[in-house]
Every structure is written in C-alpha cells, then in structure tokens.
C-alpha cells in the first residue's frame, strides 16, 4: 500500500448496499480516476515538502514526508492509496441554498401567531439599546446559508471496483462534486 492517503474524486450518487445480516447500509459512491504526479515541492525550494498532482482538470498539492516514493510521471488510484474497511476523511463544499432567513439558517423559533402579534418572522432584538449602540459581530442573522467547505470524518469504505468507492454515510455536496479524501 502507498504512503499517499489522499486522493480527489467526484461524487456519483447515494445507494444502499446489504451487510452479512440483511441490513441496509447508505453509501455514497466515488469516482475516482488515475492521478498523476506532474511535480515536487520541496523544503529548499518552497519551505514545506507536497506532491502536485492532476485529476482530469484539476490540480492539487498533498503533503507527503518522503518524496522519493512519488517520481514525477507515477500514476494513482484507489487501489494503490486505500483498501477496503479504511476510515477515511471526505472535505467538499456544501450544496449552496442562497440568501436564507434566520428560522432556517440557525434554526429560530418563530414568534406567536395570534394575539395581536406581528413578529411572526422576525428575529427580535439584535442587540442592546444606546450602549454599546452597535451590533456585535457574529450575532446570527439572515444571510447566505450553505457552499461552505465541510470535513465529514470516519468514514468506512465498503467497496472498491475498478475507479469506483462506496463510502458508508454521507458526503458533502451535489453529484459531480469535487471531493477530497484523505
């Protein structure tokens, strides 16, 4: 097995396979081509030892200690970087739901309905009055919501075939999102 325990794929979908028992497992399946080492970084060069390497159009460094393993020109894939029953890490950018009000972006309850009341929807106070006169950075108000870069960890790989993974759970993003896993 290599040392590189990182590699990019794309995301194909969510399934379900069945364990020994008949349990229904959710999955999500992986694609994952042929990497290609394309050139080093180096501590007297660049300060800090990594890999470049392209998948399809895409080009990304992975941190490695021995660079000797990886000449350029070496070709990766799944079955050199993982096995399976490995727990893995998966980082990709959230699905994005746009401008979104307070009740759904931090969970609000909302206000009473009846009663003459006419905060149904609105977030109530924001802050103090004349002291401090500003509101706090941070206080949690409406805004975009989602398409944010997310780290999902332990998760399990069920199945490795050809440039395909199923990996138990499920991942950040929409199909044909670009993932990370290390």
């Not at 790989?157 to 993974?165: A, E, G, P, T, V």
Request: aromatic share 8%; with cysteine; charged share 20%.
């Amino acid at each position: 097995m290599s040392l590189l325990m990182s590699l990019l794929a794309t995301k194909i979908g969510m399934s379900q396979l069945f364990d020994e028992k008949g349990n229904a497992l959710p999955v999500t399946w992986v694609k994952s081509g042929v990497h290609e080492v394309i050139d080093h970084r180096t501590p007297e060069k660049h300060g800090y030892t990594a890999l470049v390497v392209r998948y399809q159009h895409w080009i990304r460094e992975f941190r490695v200690k021995h660079l000797s393993a990886y000449p350029i020109g070496r070709r990766l894939d799944l079955s050199t970087c993982f096995q399976i029953g490995q727990k893995v890490s998966v980082k990709a950018k959230t699905i994005g739901k746009g401008f979104a009000g307070y009740q759904k972006r931090h969970h609000f309850a909302r206000g009473p309905m009846s009663h003459g009341s006419k905060n149904h929807r609105q977030p109530g106070s924001i802050g103090a009055g004349t002291f401090p006169g500003r509101v706090f950075p941070g206080t949690r108000m409406a805004g975009r919501l989602g398409g944010n870069f997310c780290t999902i960890k332990g998760l399990e790989i069920l199945q490795i075939q050809n440039d395909q993974m199923a990996l138990k759970g499920a991942v950040p993003g929409k199909v044909g999102n670009l993932l990370r896993i290390e």
